[in-house]
């Protein structure tokens, strides 16, 4: 189970290495809980665009929808943390 666990965070890991800075600041917003619309609004960028970049997310991350990409951000942000180091 370890492994399984080992290899699905080096995926994401790699997978957030090619994001774009856009995709990443997205990213940021979809782990702190924000509506489309309001990741928008605070990158000053249209709905469809957050939209766009939210299904590029899930390509490069494999995953198959937002809670998935969530849940990947969290996996990032706790291997990124110094505290986890």
Same mark, same amino acid.
């Given at each position: 189970? *370890?492994?399984?666990?080992?290899?699905?965070?080096?995926?994401?890991?790699?997978?957030?290495? &090619?994001?774009?800075?856009?995709?990443?600041?997205?990213?940021?917003?979809?782990?702190? &809980?924000?509506?489309?619309?309001?990741?928008?609004?605070?990158?000053?960028?249209?709905?469809?665009?957050?939209?766009?970049?939210?299904?590029? *997310?899930?390509?490069?991350?494999?995953?198959?929808?937002?809670?998935?990409?969530?849940?990947?951000?969290?996996?990032?942000?706790?291997?990124?943390?110094?505290?986890?180091?």
């Amino acid at each position: 189970m *370890l492994s399984s666990t080992n290899s699905a965070t080096e995926a994401v890991a790699m997978g957030v290495a &090619g994001l774009t800075p856009t995709q990443m600041k997205v990213l940021r917003g979809v782990h702190s &809980g924000l509506l489309n619309k309001q990741i928008a609004f605070d990158l000053g960028i249209a709905e469809a665009t957050v939209k766009a970049h939210m299904t590029a *997310l899930m390509r490069k991350l494999n995953v198959r929808n937002r809670t998935q990409v969530a849940i990947a951000a969290q996996s990032f942000a706790a291997q990124s943390s110094p505290s986890s180091r």
